[in-house]
Each structure stands twice: as structure tokens, then as C-alpha cells.
T-cell receptor, first 109, second 113 residues
Framework: GQQVMQIPQYQHVQEGEDFTTYCNSS?????IQWYKQRPGGHPVFLIQ?????EVKKQKRLTFQFGEAKKNSSLHITATQTTDVGTYFC?????????FGTGTSLTVIP | KAGVTQTPRYLIKTRGQQVTLSCSPI?????VSWYQQTPGQGLQFLFE???????NKGNFPGRFSGRQFSNSRSEMNVSTLELGDSALYLC????????????FGAGSRLTVL
């Protein structure tokens, strides 16, 4: 089945540093969504990217979709302790979502 | 507007038992999908229901089953529990089948002893 890989698996940063997680697929992605799961919580939808090369921003978060629609990234500028959690990308192929393996972000105050 | 409600939130079972988990979607959402989340395997798709019909099924054994009622509420059942079934089971609802935004419930954390 569809496989969506994310790197890194874990990331520890000092508060104020930047953070980036990458999502890669061997096949072309229909669209890509990003979700955030806080420790002990459940995934919460952040954003969806559909077009090749698309870039969207949400405050300190920047989301990109690769030109070939095979990869995506989430970049957080100047991390805060509220950014702690696991970030997942998800590809929707047909009626099924394939979630990436997730990147767990720890922010050290 | 109430979110996705899952019950029970926590439960402990022993091997060989069965378990039923319930999910009430957001009012007006007719599609319900289920996911298993474990530290080793991440989020894995179990199945999706829309209008009381299973539209998709993930790669799980037949011990995992589900159904959806006319009010869109859904249940999933796991029979003959194994230790490896210990996981967080997440339900997500969306307005229509194949919709591209999932709203997750808080999950049911199952521990199998």
C-alpha cells in the first residue's frame, strides 16, 4: 500500500530555534494534509495542500508541497513550548488516508 | 457544536476477550473512520463507514469489525483480543465520504493484559 515516510522521527530544539519536518512518498500524492497531536491528545487538522509547489503559512508555520507532489514540509519559525507534539502528514488516495510516521517535537525552554 | 465523542476512554481487557468501542460523530457528519495508533506502527487505517456501509477496509485481520447505525454513530469490535491489540483507537468523522479533513475524537485507549 501507500507509504508516506517522515523525517526526522524525533527532534529536540531550544525554544526560539526553527524546526522542519519532511514528508516523502515514492508515488505522486493526491493532496497532503498536516495534523498535530499534542502529548496525550488526538490529531488535529492543521492544513491541506493540493497544488504542485503550493506554499501556505499559518503564523509561524510554513507548509510546502513539492513540485512533483511527492514530498511536503512543515517549517516552524522560532519554536515555542506550545509547539510541542507530534506532527503527521497524511495523503488521501481515493477514500483512504495514509498517515506518515510522524515527527515528535520537543521544545526545551 | 459537540465534537467527536468516543467511549469508553480507557479500558483494560485480558487476552481472548472481546471489546466494543463506540464513536459518535459531529452532528451532520455522515462518514466515520477508525484508526489504530501504536508507538511502533503509527496511525493505521482500520475502516471507513458512510451511510451504514463499509467503504474501505485497512489491512487488519477479521477479528476487527465495525458497523455504522442510521444516526451515523459507529462501533468497532475486536474479538479474541491479543496483547498486540493494545493501542489507542481513534475515530474520525467527516461530512461526506472521501472528504479531505478528518476531525478526530479523543480516542479509546485499550490495554490487553
Amino acid at each position: 500500500g501507500q507509504q508516506v515516510m517522515q523525517i526526522p522521527q524525533y527532534q529536540h530544539v531550544q525554544e526560539g530555534e526553527d524546526f522542519t519536518t519532511y514528508c516523502n512518498s515514492s508515488t505522486t500524492l493526491s493532496n497532503i494534509q498536516w495534523y498535530k497531536q499534542r502529548p496525550g491528545g488526538h490529531p488535529v487538522f492543521l492544513i491541506q495542500l493540493v497544488k504542485s509547489g503550493e506554499v501556505k503559512k499559518q503564523k509561524r508555520l510554513t507548509f510546502q508541497f513539492g513540485e512533483a507532489k511527492k514530498n511536503s514540509s512543515l517549517h516552524i519559525t522560532a519554536t515555542q513550548t506550545t509547539d510541542v507534539g507530534t506532527y503527521f502528514c497524511a495523503d488521501q488516495t481515493g477514500n483512504q488516508f495514509y498517515f506518515g510516521t510522524g515527527t515528535s517535537l520537543t521544545v526545551i525552554p | 457544536k459537540a465534537g467527536v465523542t468516543q467511549t469508553p476512554r480507557y479500558l483494560i481487557k485480558t487476552r481472548g476477550q472481546q471489546v466494543t468501542l463506540s464513536c459518535s460523530p459531529i452532528s451532520g457528519h455522515r462518514s466515520v473512520s477508525w484508526y489504530q495508533q501504536t508507538p511502533g506502527q503509527g496511525l493505521q487505517f482500520l475502516f471507513e463507514y458512510f451511510s451504514e456501509t463499509q467503504r474501505n477496509k485497512g489491512n487488519f485481520p477479521g477479528r476487527f469489525s465495525g458497523r455504522q447505525f442510521s444516526n451515523s454513530r459507529s462501533e468497532m469490535n475486536v474479538s479474541t483480543l491479543e496483547l498486540g491489540d493494545s493501542a489507542l483507537y481513534l475515530c474520525a468523522s467527516s461530512r461526506t465520504a472521501g472528504a479531505n479533513v478528518l476531525t478526530f475524537g479523543a480516542g479509546s485507549r485499550l490495554t490487553v493484559l
